[in-house]
């Protein structure tokens, strides 16, 4: 029987590889065309975090976890690349699925592309056209040595087509993310500072910032939270942040107020509190997918994005660096003048059953 390798890494990894498991657990292993095995890089290595996000989205423990934790890029891509090699070639599998855009996404399908192993990559064909993003880097790399595609948008298998991929090794299965959130909607839960500060429901904004280009500048960062604080019309602004990036603000001394800093919140709680505000300002392509299923506002403080139907159809507007335009969206959401968006085809909590039906049509022909 054919033996198939899923690669996570990184929370988004998580949430996406979630519904998958579940879908596999749910058939009878005698009825399972493929045996399967979950491999967990160690990519985000925070022991209480990644544990908890396994426990919040029910995903079985990894069959194994390289433990290759951080580094400089091209260190982190080469220990995930060692690691996979030796564990491959000690137990040998004959497919490799990876999913997103993250350094563990590349380094395994590489890995495996050299190997002669298949692979096939979920959450494939998106791209920002914006090669500073190291996200967009790996992107590129593993559709160019990927044997199948699976997309979460008609766009995307254009993308895909436009580079040279043939039709045929395309296939159009909707987004694992909302696959996630379809299923966990009834379990969102408040995190600790809801009861602590009173929070209530519309009356307060979510920040979230990771990318380099916004957090590396501290300038930068107190030019968009003075931004928010002078549009939000004395709103709360929750932001849930990085110790690190925490210990930064505090120490250059930036003007928080208004601003409530919070730890990192699992799953179930980030959602819950998106889904209660008034409206989310971000730098993460993820979240612009979430909101545009839950119809909250999401202002991305980029100046592309690799998931363009959050904009076109969706409830995102990017803002890139202007803090006129940044103001301006704050405002209109306050004016409930904000864009009202809709769903995108195919995001219907149906992407695992679609995507574990391929597979088995896939190992079938192989």
Request: charged share 25%.
């Amino acid at each position: 029987m054919k033996k198939i390798d899923f690669i996570v890494g990184t929370r988004p990894n998580f949430v996406k590889i979630a519904p998958i498991m579940k879908q596999l657990e749910a058939i009878d292993h005698k009825d399972l065309v493929f045996k399967y095995r979950l491999i967990h890089t160690g990519q985000h290595y925070d022991k209480a975090m990644s544990e908890s996000f396994f426990s919040q989205l029910g995903i079985r423990a990894p069959h194994q976890n390289l433990e290759v934790k951080s580094g400089s890029q091209a260190q982190q891509v080469a220990d995930i690349m060692v690691e996979y090699e030796k564990y491959f070639l000690e137990k040998k599998s004959d497919m490799c699925v990876v999913v997103g855009d993250v350094n563990s996404t590349m380094a395994c399908a590489i890995v495996a592309a050299k190997l002669s192993i298949p692979v096939i990559h979920i959450e494939s064909g998106l791209r920002s056209n914006d090669m500073s993003m190291p996200e967009e880097v790996n992107r590129i790399v593993t559709d160019s040595i990927a044997t199948w595609h699976f997309t979460t948008t008609e766009n995307a298998g254009k993308n895909l087509m436009g580079a040279g991929v043939p039709s045929n090794k395309i296939f159009f299965v909707g987004n694992l993310m909302i696959d996630t959130l379809i299923s966990n909607m009834d379990k969102l839960r408040p995190p600790k500072v809801w009861d602590e500060l009173n929070l209530e429901a519309k009356k307060y904004f979510i920040l979230t910032m990771h990318r380099p280009s916004n957090v590396d500048n501290t300038r930068n960062i107190a030019r968009i939270i003075k931004v928010l604080q002078s549009s939000a019309r004395g709103q709360s602004i929750i932001f849930p942040v990085h110790p690190r990036l925490k210990d930064k603000l505090l120490s250059e001394e930036i003007d928080l107020s208004g601003v409530i800093l919070t730890e990192p919140m699992g799953y179930l709680e980030f959602n819950f509190m998106v889904k209660n505000s008034l409206g989310v300002v971000t730098d993460s392509g993820g979240i612009s997918e979430e909101t545009t299923f839950m119809g909250i506002p999401c202002v991305t403080l980029r100046e592309n994005t690799e998931r363009p139907e959050t904009v076109d159809i969706g409830t995102n507007e990017l803002v890139g660096f202007c803090s006129r335009t940044l103001a301006e969206k704050v405002i209109q959401i306050l004016n409930n003048d904000y864009k009202i968006g809709r769903i995108p085809e195919k995001w219907d909590g149906q992407t695992a059953i679609r995507i574990v039906r391929k597979l088995e049509e896939i190992v079938g022909k192989s």
